[in-house]
């Protein structure tokens, strides 16, 4: 039971490259979420996917793509990427929106565009 | 939207001394509370979690309390240990979409 995967741990981008993040979860949880952290923030929520077929803008999706490919796997897109999109970030899963139950967070993935 | 505001940002204690960390949300509408730990280079883990119902919970030296008139909820350890420094995190749900997370606290245990 690996819980929440994400990968790769570390990319280096140029401004205005692609690419995607990938995050999978065995833990068979209906809602996924991409969170971004930037020191002294917190945690500030990309886009979130309540179930399988759908997907919601969070607190900051300007300059992001989400897909829920099926119900294990959750990716983000960068289509052109910016310096200021340099940060960690985190997928996480829950059983569900409203259940009163925690968030199991993946390792992070760390991001630099030069 | 849901605001969560925690305080200090940066918390420095002796070891075997108690920490406190504060937490105010804005939204009358939630009713969930956990609260992270986040290690270095690692993703947060929850720690401890109360929900409304409850006022006060407790799991060995951690615990939490809630004040939901005045939309307050701590946390508390006690007995700290080196192994307790790291980043804390606040959370809150109103059972709408997902958390929303308070913006930190560093905790330094010195030896």
């Known amino acids: ?114 | 939207g849901e605001n969560v505001e925690q305080h200090p940002s940066t918390l420095s204690v002796q070891e075997g001394d108690s920490a406190v960390i504060k937490c105010t949300y804005s939204d009358s509408a939630s009713n969930y509370f956990p609260w992270y730990k986040q290690e270095l280079g690692k993703g947060p883990q929850l720690i401890i979690d109360i929900r409304s119902n409850v006022g006060e919970k407790k799991d060995q030296r951690i615990a939490v309390t809630l004040n939901k008139t005045a939309k307050h909820f701590s946390l508390h350890i006690t007995e700290t240990q080196p192994e307790d420094s790291a980043v804390y995190f606040c959370a809150s749900d109103t059972g709408r979409r997902a958390l929303t997370f308070g913006s930190g606290t560093r905790l330094q245990v010195q030896p």
């Not at chain 1, 993040?21 to 020191?39: E, G, I, T």
């Not at chain 1, 200021?84 to 565009?113: D, K, W």
């Open chain 1, 1 to 114: 039971n690996a819980g929440v995967t994400q990968t790769p741990k570390f990319q280096v981008l140029k401004t205005g490259q692609s690419m995607t993040l990938q995050c999978a979860q065995d833990m068979n949880h209906n809602s996924m979420y991409w969170y971004r952290q930037d020191p002294g923030m917190g945690l500030r929520l990309i886009y979130y996917s309540a179930s399988e077929g759908t997907t919601d803008k969070g607190e900051v999706p300007n300059g992001y793509n989400v897909s829920r490919l099926n119900k294990r796997e959750f990716s983000l897109r960068l289509e052109s990427a910016a310096p200021s999109q340099t940060s960690v970030y985190f997928c996480a899963s829950s059983e569900a929106i409203g259940a009163q139950r925690q968030q199991f967070f993946g390792p992070g993935t760390r991001l630099t565009v030069l």
